[in-house]
């Protein structure tokens, strides 16, 4: 702990100059030059995002909603849990709520935050919180326009085997899932 302490003095002291170098409609890029002595200079590029939420919707049975979505940038159809980003000035319990109903059509009486994570915390600052999503009614809003799911419903341990099997590759599900798990065996 102290010699993290000692990193995050050193790096606020050192900061030479931060720029912005791409902003978009998801994410920004800005690069920081840091000096930490006479004779070495680092350059950093940082992703900014405003971060999102991800989603474990429990059925009354206690199954669990997945997705199935096309990724264009791995260009492959995966299972994840329902997620999304957050807009600008938008609550992660706002976002979560909108997500579930654009994404699998229900609507939680019960959203129980538990959590979340950095997802590459060495070049972006992208944290997702997550919600277990109970007492579900059906209540659709229209979903994206560039988003085709189908929504799979299935038992923890058939997720998990999903996991094992390497067809649930996604980082966020897997660690929701995952942290679902322990959060069902200790409630």
Known sequence: MENSKRQKQLEEKANLETREIYKGKIFSVRKD???FDSHSLHEWDI???RGGV???PVSKNGTLFLIQQW???IGKIIYEIPAGKLDEGETPLLCAQKELQEEIGYRAKEMI???GLYTTPGFCTEYIHFFI???LEENSLSKDIHEAIDVVEVSLNDALNLIDSEEINDAKTIAGLLRYQRWIHHA
């Open 71 to 73: 990724r264009r940038a």
């Open 133 to 135: 999503a109970k007492d």
């Open 33 to 35: 030059r840091l000096q």
């Open 113 to 115: 935050p538990f959590g």
């Open 47 to 49: 992703i900014e995002h």
């Open 54 to 56: 991800a989603i474990i």
